[in-house]
């Protein structure tokens, strides 16, 4: 199964792609993951993508089409996939579309996590690391025993610098602007399937899993 997760940040597409990935036994790829790899390893590509990054400018969508479409070649993709955080738009989503074209393998299935903006605020701000061990918590969704410490090791928690309110407002309203229109370009492409993503975790995995299952 050839598939994309979108979503905001906040509404859970890490989590399920990770969980999902392993139910199906296919690849989670995120763009993310794929840019510090080709980096790490030094091929053309990677230093392409590294001398954008050291300057301090966004990595080209060519690169990043040019990253999956190797990625997708390995051995562990050819049974499907799940693509996580790509595309952000419309130009994107049409890049892809082509390389897929060109391989004879287009896209299957897109999967919208669908949050309310308020619960995503909640999420993001409400969010806790570890100091010590790198436990996550959220104050106003999973709150630790005791205030500021962790369950685990005790150590105290922190709010990291960009989960802030401004920064995370921010964030969604680029997602907004960018990334929602892919909404439409889905349904008009007959693809996209819209999931509540709010509630518990198992319950949206079964929800997805079954989409799948029909793909």
Do not use: W
Not at 96 to 108: F, H, I, K, N, R
């Amino acid at each position: 199964m050839r598939t994309v997760l979108l979503g905001a940040p906040g509404s859970g597409k890490g989590t399920q792609g990770v969980v999902l990935a392993k139910k199906y036994t296919i690849p989670q790829i995120s763009t993310g993951d794929l840019l510090r790899a080709a980096v790490k390893s030094g091929s053309d590509l990677g230093k392409q993508a590294k001398t954008a990054m050291d300057a301090g400018a966004l990595v080209s969508d060519d690169i990043v089409i040019g990253l999956i479409r190797e990625r997708l070649s390995e051995a562990d993709a050819q049974n499907g996939y799940i693509l996580d955080g790509f595309p952000r738009n419309i130009p994107q989503a049409e890049a892809l579309d082509a390389m897929l074209s060109e391989l004879g393998q287009p896209l299957q299935g897109v999967v919208l996590l669908d949050v309310d903006f308020g619960e995503l605020l909640q999420r993001l701000t409400g969010r806790r690391t570890c100091t010590e061990c790198g436990a996550i918590y959220n104050v106003h969704l999973s709150p630790p025993k005791i205030v500021d410490q962790c369950d685990a090791c005790n150590g105290a928690l922190f709010q990291r610098d960009d989960d802030n309110e401004a920064t995370i407002s921010n964030r969604l309203d680029t997602y907004q602007q960018q990334t929602e229109p892919l909404v439409a370009y889905y349904q008009n492409q007959n693809k996209l399937h819209s999931v509540a993503g709010a509630g518990d975790v198992a319950g949206i995995t079964a929800v997805v899993g079954a989409i799948f299952d029909n793909l």
